[in-house]
């Protein structure tokens, strides 16, 4: 069972920052596309970044030009880097991959998940 392990959450004013970290226990970790989706209280669960197998970023259009994802294929550790954070983005951050490497924004079509991390933006 692969197991996706994530740290870097808190809570933050608006306008800063926060880096998320999610760590693969799979050892084709490569070649997976791997990225985060997020829920906040009483919304459905929602697409925010993934990087796929060939290291080519995707992002929501709420997060462009905010968020950057980078993958560490040595360190089976994707990133996410949050900037200028706004109270909307306030949610648990889960971290999912698939064992295909392509990209979809369909939470239904990723194999595994992590245990979510809070990320709080305040106003």
């Known amino acids: 069972q692969v197991q996706l392990v994530e740290s870097g959450g808190g809570l933050v004013q608006a306008g800063g920052s926060l880096r998320l970290s999610c760590t693969s226990s799979?050892?084709?970790?490569?070649?997976?596309?791997t990225g985060w989706f997020r829920q906040a209280p009483g919304k459905e669960r929602e697409f925010v970044s993934v990087v796929d197998w060939s290291s080519r970023p995707y992002y929501a259009d709420s997060v462009k030009g905010r968020f950057t994802i980078s993958r560490d294929n040595a360190k089976n550790t994707v990133y996410l880097q949050m900037n200028s954070l706004k109270p909307e983005d306030t949610a648990v951050y889960y971290c999912?991959?698939?064992?295909?490497?392509?990209?979809?924004?369909?939470?239904?079509?990723?194999?595994?998940w992590g245990q979510g991390t809070q990320v709080t933006v305040s106003s």
């Open positions: 999912d991959s698939r064992d295909r490497g392509y990209y979809s924004s369909d939470s239904k079509n990723y194999d595994y």
């Open positions: 799979e050892s084709t970790f490569s070649g997976h596309a």
